[in-house]
């Protein structure tokens, strides 16, 4: 069958209006805040002041410990393995590429599994499955650097590094989040209150990332040098998302991702927090930076970054489920940055929004339209077909069916009888 050639219309009608692209920015970031307000009010705070930190071994910590301790292990080796290990599942029991394939044939219920997830699963060239060993390199990486490495520095920073003690350079994580406490529960305050924060911190990470990503990705130097790495996965696994070397790590991941909120941490001195200990409550411009202090709201925010950057990389897009019609997950991020590996080209932010507004993403606009073509031209084929079909079957029967003549034949011919 001879390959059918797509007629692109004009690049400016298939890209997004800079009214669109607004739009659709402000939607996901007050979408996204909301819900991470909403799971710190009702989850994340009521977990950590009275389950965590009551824990025998959580509650005699010293600050730096604590806080490695909270922010490097519970909330990211932590979601690190429960999210890959989901999708590594996935991986391992996938009926064409699953590397695991012993797996399917002992349990049925993997094998099912498997079957079930398979239509998620985005288009991959048989070279664009990762070797086993490249996969057993990225989860050693991952290891030395959240056990080993980074604990290690963090504990050399805030004990010899840092010019801040420990004790005033964080806020009392014992202290309840401000509107939750019952001195507070009547106000709605700070519940509204914590959206900005998350509006922020997301806003900072969409354009952190653009900027550092598609900088790496102009300069060939660079790219070579420091991003090559991390495009070793043509076709991505949940964890290649943090499989880069450090330098990228730390400029294109960390800091966009942990910035706003590492900044209330470490930005106010013990004078600073003195100074606003006795008005907590009292102004809404201080009070609005004490809540941005809170351990739970980082700690929601790290879980939710986590997830996001794990969904986007893993290769699958639930965009179609119920969940992902809600807006609950990052079908459709995983589907745009996917078009970035598999391609090497375009979409250099973690969603759509930056790409939108600086007109990054004219191959894959170009990449979608062909597929619609493509799925309207099978839809169209699969739909005249099945007309013939219908056409054609009560032809046949007809011409196996009796006539009226031969009816009344048989009827009386049994009566006879």
């Known amino acids: 069958m001879r390959k059918q050639c797509?007629?692109?219309?004009p690049i400016e009608e298939l890209r997004p209006t800079k009214a669109q692209a607004f739009l659709r920015a402000l939607?996901?970031?007050l979408r996204n805040a909301t819900l991470c307000s909403l799971v710190t009010t009702v989850f994340t705070a009521p977990f950590f002041y009275q389950v965590y930190l009551p824990l025998p071994v959580i509650r005699h910590l010293p600050p730096v410990l604590l806080f490695l301790v909270t922010f490097q292990f519970l909330c990211h080796a932590l979601p690190w393995?429960?999210?890959?290990?989901?999708?590594l599942l996935l991986d391992s029991v996938h009926p064409e590429f699953g590397f695991a394939p012993g797996w399917r044939d002992k349990y049925p219920l993997l094998r099912e599994l498997g079957d079930y997830f398979a239509q998620f699963k985005l288009t991959r060239r048989p070279m664009q499955i990762p070797s086993q060993s490249l996969i057993l390199r990225t989860i050693g990486k991952v290891f030395v650097e959240q056990y080993m490495v980074t604990p290690l520095l963090g504990y050399v920073f805030f004990n010899y590094v840092c010019p801040v003690a420990p004790e005033d350079m964080m806020p009392n994580p014992h202290q309840p989040l401000i509107g939750l406490s019952d001195k507070h529960h009547s106000t709605w305050f700070v519940f509204?209150?914590?959206?900005?924060?998350?509006?922020?911190?997301?806003?900072?990470?969409?354009?952190?990332?653009?900027?550092?990503?598609?900088?790496?990705?102009y300069n060939s130097w660079l790219y070579r040098t420091f991003h090559k790495q991390h495009h070793e996965y043509t076709g991505t696994i949940s964890i290649a998302a943090e499989y880069a070397s450090v330098t990228e790590e730390v400029f294109a991941n960390t800091l966009p991702s942990v910035g706003y909120f590492f900044y209330f941490f470490f930005a106010y001195t013990?004078?600073?927090?003195?100074?606003?200990?006795?008005?907590?409550?009292?102004?809404a411009s201080q009070l609005w930076l004490e809540s941005a202090r809170a351990w739970p709201l980082a700690m929601t925010w790290m879980w939710a970054r986590l997830w996001e950057t794990y969904e986007s990389h893993s290769g699958y897009c639930f965009s179609d489920t119920?969940?992902?019609?809600?807006?609950?997950?990052?079908?459709?991020?995983?589907?745009?940055?996917?078009?970035?590996?598999?391609?090497?080209?375009s979409n250099y932010g973690s969603g759509i929004i930056m790409d939108a507004l600086c007109d990054t993403m004219d191959p894959y606009l170009k990449?979608?339209?062909a597929r619609r073509i493509k799925d309207s031209v099978d839809k169209h084929s699969a739909e005249k077909s099945k007309r013939s079909t219908e056409m054609i079957f009560p032809m046949v029967l007809r011409e196996h069916s009796?006539?009226?003549?031969?009816?009344?034949?048989?009827?009386?011919?049994?009566?006879?009888?």
């Open 6 to 9: 797509v007629i692109y219309p």
């Open 27 to 29: 939607v996901y970031l």
């Open 81 to 87: 393995f429960t999210f890959n290990a989901f999708y």
């Open 192 to 217: 509204l209150s914590l959206i900005p924060h998350f509006v922020l911190a997301n806003l900072l990470n969409e354009v952190g990332f653009f900027l550092v990503h598609g900088f790496v990705h």
């Open 270 to 283: 013990n004078a600073q927090v003195i100074a606003r200990r006795g008005a907590v409550g009292g102004d």
């Open 322 to 345: 119920t969940l992902g019609k809600l807006g609950l997950l990052h079908g459709h991020r995983a589907r745009f940055h996917d078009f970035h590996h598999t391609h090497n080209l």
């Open 367 to 369: 990449h979608t339209f």
């Open 402 to 417: 009796p006539t009226k003549k031969q009816q009344q034949e048989q009827k009386e011919s049994a009566k006879k009888k």
